[in-house]
């Protein structure tokens, strides 16, 4: 079991940077971590994953060479730092993790949740 609280998401302008934390209450090298979006009327879609020892990442096409996403076992937290920003990036943005050392697409994979946080980017 793992709770799992998002931070930094905001109100921000196109071109802008931000980074979301997500910090866990279990030893994050024990999960795969990821972060998925959900946009108004979309369904839940994987942005970023990293795997249990960090040497995997995954990004969704819409956000690599802007999005990257580390995490910091040391301190239980994961982050996503979102450079360029762009209107499309709009959404709330939702940590998940699963036990299995594998990053899925598939958000019906991963166990534990998040409760979000909005991320909106202005034109």
């Known amino acids: 079991q793992v709770q799992l609280m998002e931070s930094g998401g905001a109100l921000v302008q196109a071109g802008d940077s931000l980074r979301l934390s997500c910090t866990a209450s279990a030893p994050t090298i024990s999960f795969t971590m990821t972060w998925f979006r959900q946009a108004p009327g979309k369904e839940r879609d994987l942005v970023a994953g990293i795997n249990h020892g960090g040497s995997y990442r995954y990004y969704a096409d819409s956000v690599k060479g802007r999005f990257t996403i580390s995490k910091d076992n040391a301190k239980r937290t994961l982050y996503l730092q979102m450079d360029n920003l762009k209107p499309d990036d709009t959404a709330i943005y939702y940590c998940?993790?699963?036990?299995?050392?594998?990053?899925?697409?598939?958000?019906?994979?991963?166990?534990?949740w998040g409760q979000g946080t909005q991320v909106t980017v202005s034109s």
């Open positions: 998940a993790a699963r036990e299995l050392n594998i990053v899925t697409t598939s958000a019906e994979a991963y166990d534990f």
